[in-house]
């Protein structure tokens, strides 16, 4: 078993630097307009040549409601009726993408994100699925991994009912904080009973895994009233858990400000709330995966990660990074082989293009062989806080300590700072840098020193 991570207070006032989080590397700030849709036929080809198994995301943008904190692509409105020509336009662009795969091509992920996907009405979710399984070979043994995100304010027992006959086993639950004078701030009043009743449903359902969100650097949250939050959601006993950090970005992100930064936490009790929450989710058994995420041992993820076959990709970490990954709808990030692109994140031009019969990719990237090495690279930190240098060279053919010679020195100086421990042989990210694990990543990161680091946020 990986030991636990230690907390230590000066490393991380030293490496908390503003970077990636490596869904992808390269990120997607490094997309551009290159790339269209002869790039992504061609790498469709390529994937149906190679029959490799396909994992789909589809991005439903609506919310009822805003939460002032999100980052996310999304359509604010109350008219249901919204959805309708956006679930045509979407129906065309799998259409559009099935034709170029082959049948036999099976869909070991699903995952619908969002926005709110069950805004959709129940006619529609049942619409939807029902093109996609037509299009695309959705296993119907239950032994793939299809999960939704949740609003417990947006679903009940029947919309639970509805979704695991139409096959989710997973459910993703959006918490962010249970405390009302935090949800006031932040226009998202949920209460405990809604949450408890959707997990209660799930379990009742036999939902195989259930996963629950919340967000610490919230407006009106200190160290007190967040540890309320944490133990009742470890009463409520999820497989998962993910606790991001709130970065506040009111320059790119509009809703963000309608939050009075007077009331966000400082730097220090943000980071006095972090050490509290990992020690109250680690006394209660859940494992560090990495980068914000918890796992019970027995989950999944956990269990990738001590045999050293977790993976990450755009959906974070995964079991299923060998699959080629297809995202459908607004904004959606597709990575088929080498080939990241992305669909138009506006609403009016994704859904205009497909109306004209042609595909939404608006940008992307083609990998080539440097960035193909650095993501393994960058892969197996993020994933299993160790690397074998002759694992990569034998990939790749390389000398690792000749090809990285350049950045030797910065990765002597966190050895030296009890980060990782650096030999001829491998990286080993020590306990006192795993919740660092994104800043030795950016050692790695060729790209990074052309950006403002303001567009990302910072590693805690």
């Not at 149906?48 to 980052?71: G, M, Q, T």
């Not at 309708?84 to 082959?102: F, G, K, N, T, V």
């Not at 999820?238 to 809703?255: G, I, K, Q, T």
């Not at 421990?421 to 050692?443: F, H, K, Q, W, Y």
């Amino acid at each position: 078993m990986l030991d636990a991570i230690r907390w230590d207070t000066d490393l991380i006032r030293r490496y908390d630097l503003a970077g990636p989080r490596y869904t992808s590397y390269p990120t997607a700030a490094q997309f551009d307009g290159q790339v269209g849709t002869f790039d992504l036929f061609h790498a469709l080809r390529d994937s149906r040549k190679a029959l490799r198994p396909l994992s789909l995301y589809v991005h439903v943008p609506f919310c009822a409601n805003i939460c002032y904190y999100c980052a996310c692509n999304k359509v604010i409105t109350k008219d249901r009726g919204r959805a309708q020509p956006y679930l045509q336009r979407l129906e065309q662009e799998i259409q559009l993408i099935a034709c170029h795969l082959d049948p036999a091509q099976k869909v070991e992920q699903l995952h619908f994100g969002g926005g709110t996907p069950t805004f959709l009405s129940h006619d529609e979710l049942r619409q939807l699925m029902a093109q996609l399984r037509k299009n695309f070979n959705l296993l119907d043994d239950d032994s793939g991994d299809y999960g939704i995100e949740i609003d417990p304010r947006e679903a009940d027992w029947s919309t639970m009912g509805l979704l695991r006959e139409l096959g989710f086993n997973r459910v993703s639950i959006g918490l962010q904080d249970l405390d009302p004078a935090v949800q006031r701030a932040v226009n998202r009043l949920q209460s405990l009973e809604e949450t408890r009743a959707v997990i209660d449903a799930a379990r009742t359902l036999q939902f195989r895994s259930i996963n629950i969100d919340l967000i610490y650097g919230l407006p009106r949250q200190t160290p007190e009233n967040f540890a309320r939050t944490v133990d009742e959601v470890i009463n409520l006993q999820p497989d998962r858990l993910s606790v991001f950090n709130y970065a506040h970005l009111p320059e790119r992100f509009m809703p963000q400000r309608r939050i009075n930064s007077d009331e966000l936490p400082t730097p220090a009790q943000k980071l006095e709330i972090l050490q509290g929450t990992i020690e109250q989710l680690t006394q209660a058994g859940y494992r560090y995966i990495g980068m914000d995420h918890f796992a019970l041992p027995d989950d999944e993820l956990a269990i990738a990660q001590e045999e050293s076959t977790l993976q990450r990709n755009f959906q974070g970490y995964t079991t299923h990074g060998h699959c080629d990954l297809i995202g459908l709808g607004v904004s959606a990030i597709s990575q088929i082989g080498d080939l990241y692109c992305q669909n138009s994140s506006d609403l009016n031009q994704y859904q205009n293009t497909l109306a004209s019969a042609q595909l939404a990719t608006s940008r992307g990237l083609l990998c080539n062989a440097d960035d193909r090495l650095r993501r393994a690279v960058i892969q197996q930190l993020i994933c299993n806080f160790s690397l074998e240098f002759a694992e990569i060279e034998h990939a790749f053919n390389i000398d690792f300590q000749g090809y990285f010679g350049e950045l030797w020195p910065q990765l002597q100086g966190m050895a030296e700072d009890g980060l990782i421990e650096l030999d001829n042989e491998r990286i080993t990210v020590l306990p006192a840098g795993r919740l660092l694990v994104r800043s030795v990543c950016m050692v790695f990161d060729a790209y990074l020193e052309q950006h403002n680091r303001q567009r990302f946020s910072r590693v805690i």
